[in-house]
Antibody
């Protein structure tokens, strides 16, 4: 069974940084592109970016490219999202997802940016 | 960026009847390889999105065949026949043709 489990969310002050993790299991992690999608409260889905199997290609939505960094550790079957200079507009549920068809999504982790 | 426009924003359906959701892209989603990179997802209340349809018309694993996808290069339709209570939620279309991937605003399906 494919499982994606995000962690690392919580309350963070504006301007600070936060790193999310996504533990993958049930499939060959290093065979897949992986990515992140977020959803602000009561809003739709927003693509953040994706990373290929050997981390040689990383794509970001342009508006987040200078704030967010995606990485992975294939030995640990883990995907990461490093977020910096956080603002209230970054308050959202963050989902990790298996790409190709975005066929599997994690349960999501809430990030709240507030003083 | 490719803009995905869904209609309607909400739909109310009597159980057992059918429903259709439309999605239009601002650019052709037909790749030169012949694949149309439009996808449909359902987000049930309080849950993560789940894949329903991939590459315009292919049913994802475990999805009931009451769901079907069709369309052209820029106009797409998700059809749900014989709507059931478990189909309630928000439906999103998305394009995975080019980065940044984008999604429609969502269509909320409710039961009458």
């Amino acid at each position: 069974e494919v499982k994606l489990v995000e962690s690392g969310g919580g309350l963070v002050q504006p301007g600070r940084s936060l790193k999310l993790s996504c533990a993958a299991s049930g499939f060959s992690f290093n065979d897949y592109w992986m990515g992140w999608v977020r959803q602000a409260p009561g809003k739709g889905l927003e693509w953040i970016g994706e990373i290929n199997q050997d981390s040689s290609t990383i794509n970001y939505t342009p508006s987040l490219k200078d704030k967010f960094t995606i990485s992975r550790d294939n030995a640990q079957n883990t995907l990461y999202l490093q977020m910096s200079k956080l603002g209230s507009e970054d308050t959202a549920i963050y989902y990790c997802a298996r790409i190709a068809a975005i066929d599997y999504w994690g349960q999501g982790v809430m990030v709240t940016v507030s003083s | 960026d490719i803009v995905m426009t869904q209609a309607p924003l909400s739909v109310s359906v009597t159980p057992g009847e059918s429903a259709s959701i439309s999605c239009r892209s601002s650019k052709s989603l037909l790749h030169s390889n012949g694949i149309t990179y439009v996808y449909w997802y359902l987000q049930k209340p309080g849950k993560s999105p789940q894949l329903l349809i991939y590459r315009m018309s292919n049913l994802a694993s475990g999805v009931p065949d009451r769901f079907s996808g069709s369309g052209s290069e820029t106009d797409f339709t998700l059809k749900i026949s014989r709507v059931e209570a478990e189909d309630v939620g928000i439906y999103y279309c998305g394009q995975l043709l080019e980065n940044p991937y984008t999604f429609g605003a969502g269509t909320k399906l409710e039961l009458k």
